[in-house]
């Protein structure tokens, strides 16, 4: 499979001109990414994604290291084929959408206007396109953004935080227009500091943190490393089965214990029934992806 990014050790040093102090961005970052991925960069606020994807874009150059675009160092001539929308994007509030959509479209040297109605229909902002952006909510002005983005139809679309501070409501509709992308076989890399939003939509996931990515790996890999456990909540329990679980906790008159198996789980409730006791419930315990997370993070 050919690789669409391609990083190696990646370092970037800021240099605040004021302090005259350094500041680490990136630290040895290395990813690749190939054709067709949905590539989830997932990472606590200051990490590094917003560096990573700069420097992709070619915003920012890179200290040391090695970034591949396309086989090419990031630089005009991949303009054409990248969507790219900013963390925070601030447009012009005064244009309405449809100039704005117009005006990127010309910087792309696109002067088919139906190809902005077209992306505006797709991300479902068609509506809003005689509004002033001034008017839109964040969910619509991140429609817009991601309208322009898809406007030159880039083989790789590179979104940072494009579900961040948004409703329920805004994210569902950017996660809808991200699964559209993915199903047409995009190439997409796009950062978030919010697991749940990356769960469904990528088929691979890095964890960044301090400049570096921790892991990365295929969503149902790292779901296979889960384990899975039972908590069961009973009462008029007999000691010495109590005493046999020391994972438990009391709370009132209901006692929790902590059962790691399936078959350990079968064993504890025959044992209750037996011995008279009541099960007030069970419930399934999956290490959530979130977990995982910080797992990784902290284990540091
Ligand atoms: N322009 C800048 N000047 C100095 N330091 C910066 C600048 N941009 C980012 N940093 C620092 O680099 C680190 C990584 O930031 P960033 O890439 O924005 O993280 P993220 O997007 O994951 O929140 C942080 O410590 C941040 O303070
Ligand atoms: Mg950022």
């Known amino acids: 499979m050919k690789n669409i990014i391609e990083i190696e050790n990646l370092v970037k040093i800021y240099r605040s001109p004021f302090l005259r102090k ?73 244009l309405t959408g449809l100039e704005l959509l117009s005006l990127y479209a010309r910087l792309f040297g696109i002067w088919n206007k139906g190809r902005i109605y077209e992306v505006a229909k797709w991300t479902k902002i068609n509506y809003a396109l005689h509004q002033r952006i001034s008017t839109y909510s964040r969910g619509m002005v991140q429609r817009i953004g991601i309208a322009q983005a898809l406007l030159n139809d880039p083989q790789l679309l590179i979104l940072d935080e494009p579900l961040s501070g948004l409703d329920p409501q805004g994210r569902k509709g950017i996660k809808d227009i991200l699964l559209k992308l993915k199903e047409e076989g995009k190439t997409i890399l796009f950062s978030s500091h919010i697991l749940p939003d990356v769960e469904m939509i990528c088929n691979r996931i890095g964890i960044i943190y301090r400049g570096k ?22 009462r008029n329990i007999p000691n010495d089965i109590k005493s046999e679980y020391p994972e438990r906790i009391q709370r ?26 009541k099960i007030m419930g069970v419930v399934p315990r999956k290490k959530t992806l979130e977990e995982y997370f910080i797992e990784q993070v902290e284990g540091r």
């Open 213 to 234: 990515l921790l892991n990365t790996g295929v969503l149902s890999e790292i779901a296979d490393m889960e384990i899975r456990g039972f908590e069961v909540q009973c």
């Open 252 to 277: 009132g008159e209901d006692i929790y214990i902590y059962l790691h198996k399936e078959d350990e789980l079968n064993d504890f409730l025959k044992r209750i029934i037996h011995a008279n006791g």
């Open 22 to 94: 350094k500041v680490m961005g990136l630290n040895g970052l290395d990813l690749n990414i190939q054709a067709g991925e949905v590539f989830g960069l997932l990472g606590p606020n200051g990490a590094g994604k917003t560096t990573t994807i700069k420097l992709i874009v070619g915003l920012l150059k890179p200290t040391s290291g090695k970034v591949l675009i396309f086989g090419e160092s990031p630089g005009l001539s991949q303009k054409r084929v990248i969507g790219y929308l900013p963390e925070n994007p601030h447009f012009y509030t005064y």
